[in-house]
């Protein structure tokens, strides 16, 4: 039986996931909200005909919704799920971040002890093939990682509805609202939790130009963040917001006492100039310590997924897995918990690069 979900929130990603959840086998969007009516329009008709709610509420008490995907701004997410909390229970894809403010997360786990349905945190970087190749391979090939290395070098901040994500009042910092995703990765990697952070970042390049109401922004675009785990072992992130023209916009490094896995993803394929050529495809290289013998091959990932999205597939497996939650078999493979962490490592982060000290988790 084909289950239906709700879309709180319609902006840029939320058509993302009304595509990806379009060619999912037994699920469809029925109904659709966003304060900006154009885009509620937009979303209901690439759903084909999906009902438009006037409000929050009136989307949630849909009886015939299955499921909720909440992909409204970060600042919106910790309300609206205490708002379908209040009215019923339902299994939920909320977007990451799960919040954006230390005094939220008491918040978010009260939802925890409370909420009976599951909670899924949508991070999606965790379903990149070859980000899940490398998960799925780097203990093998590592012989337990100790050193993990995570480089985003990308394009800036893309323009939103109201130019909410230029503030780091409505994001909750960029640690937090883009890097909650890496964060989330050294966890899972690591399998520990981080005792301490020192980082490094600021606002360098992007957005200095720039004025709404008055405001210059102040998102962050670069930065360094070294996290120590419990279990002894080391991760790092170097973040650049400014590097369009590099090739490869994240290389994922493990090294072991055994050998060393990588990967390395390009952009979305829309920002790949046409003129040269096809964008070039993700890898996954295995070098082994003794003997040397470093192995490189591609990780090839369905076209007709990049044409509908600018995550590398990883959003449609994601709501492969989610939906056999809605079902009713199995639980989040990244719960409230998770995302809760995440956060809390991006808050730390910040807090450490404002204050120009290390602190503890």
Known sequence: MTKNYGLIGCGMMGMEHVRNIGVLDGAQITAVYDPVDDLAQQASVAAGGAYIAASIDELITRPELDAIVIVSPNFCHVEQLEQIAATRDIPILCEKPLYTKPDDAARIEKLKQTYKSPIWVAMEY???????????????????????????????????????????????????????????????????????????????????????????????????????????????????????????????????????????????????????????????????????????????????????????GSTFYQHQRFLEVVKGVGTPEVSISDGAKAVAMGLAAQLSATEHRVVEL
């Open 126 to 312: 965790r379903y990149m093939p070859p980000i899940a190749a490398l998960i799925e391979q780097a203990d093998t090939a590592t012989g337990g990682v100790e050193m993990l290395t995570i480089r985003e070098h990308r394009f800036a901040f893309l323009p939103k509805i109201g130019d909410w994500n230029r503030f780091n009042a409505n994001t909750g910092g960029t640690l937090v609202e883009k890097c909650c995703h890496f964060f989330d990765l050294m966890r899972l990697i690591m399998k520990s939790e981080p005792v301490r952070v020192m980082a490094s970042a600021g606002q360098i390049a992007n957005h200095l130009d720039e004025k709404y109401d008055g405001k210059t922004p102040d998102i962050w675009d670069g930065g360094y963040v070294i996290f120590d785990f419990a279990n002894g072992k080391r991760a790092m992130l170097e973040l650049c917001m400014f590097a369009d023209g590099t090739m490869w916009n994240e290389e994922i490094s493990a090294v072991g006492a055994k050998g060393k896995i990588e990967c390395r993803l390009p952009g979305p394929n829309r920002f790949w100039p046409e003129e040269l050529g096809v964008p070039p495809a993700p890898q996954l290289t295995l070098s082994p310590r003794s003997p040397k013998n470093p192995q490189t091959k591609d990780i090839p990932i369905d076209h007709s997924l990049l044409m509908i999205g600018d995550h590398h």
